[in-house]
């Protein structure tokens, strides 16, 4: 086998410092941030480097500045739910019971006895019976009484209270009514004590 010139050989021999050359320059950085750790850089890649870089860009342009963009937050719009309408307020009854959600009407505060209530509301005498019975167990005779949760009022517990023509509170206004009511549903005081002994509320 022949040898190769020598021109051949210098050739080949240069190619190989210059490969050895090259991996030296490539492996010099490694080696040097290897053998010395505390080196402020030592850490420091171009991938480190460039995620620094990426929340804030700064860009000049013939000597204008243009402002870093920043792109650690951002700010997202919730569209508030509509106040809801208020509700209507109701008009809630004092211990006066009125119903209606209407002011309730003065109390009653006059004398007089069952009798000459009955009278003035024009109840014939026949009558007194039935009405005393009933209203005995309705009100106790009590003109200002109240039924808490209906709201009725006064000696026949009219229902409700502002349907008394006058005060419901008034004796002789509430007799006059449940006058009215008695004739006008059941035909009779009579037949009112008869619906009223069978069922317990008329």
């Not at 009933?134 to 009022?153: D, F, K, L, M, Q």
Request: charged share 15%.
């Amino acid at each position: 086998m022949k040898k190769p010139p020598a021109r051949r050989r210098a050739s080949a021999l240069l190619a190989g410092l210059a490969v050895v050359g090259f991996s030296a320059a490539m492996i010099a950085p490694t080696g040097m941030a290897v053998a010395d750790p505390t080196a402020k850089d030592a850490t420091q890649t171009a991938f480190s480097l460039a995620a620094d870089d990426t929340q804030s860009i700064t860009v000049s342009v013939e000597g204008a500045q243009i402002e870093p963009v920043v792109r650690s937050g951002f700010e997202v719009y919730v569209k508030p739910k509509p106040k809801p309408k208020p509700k209507p307020a109701v008009a809630s009854s004092d211990s006066g019971g009125s119903g209606g959600g209407s002011v309730a009407p003065p109390r009653y505060s006059g004398g007089g006895s069952k009798e000459e209530w009955m009278a003035g509301a024009g109840i014939a005498a026949s009558d007194y019976g039935y009405v005393d019975y009933i209203v005995s167990r309705e009100s106790g005779w009590n003109p200002n009484a109240t039924n808490s949760s209906s709201g009725a009022c006064g000696l026949v517990q009219a229902l409700p209270c502002s349907k008394v023509p006058g005060n419901g509170y008034n004796p002789v206004d509430n007799l006059r009514w449940g006058n009215g009511y008695a004739v006008g549903r059941y035909g009779s005081w009579a037949n009112a004590y008869n619906f009223w002994t069978r069922n317990h509320w008329w």
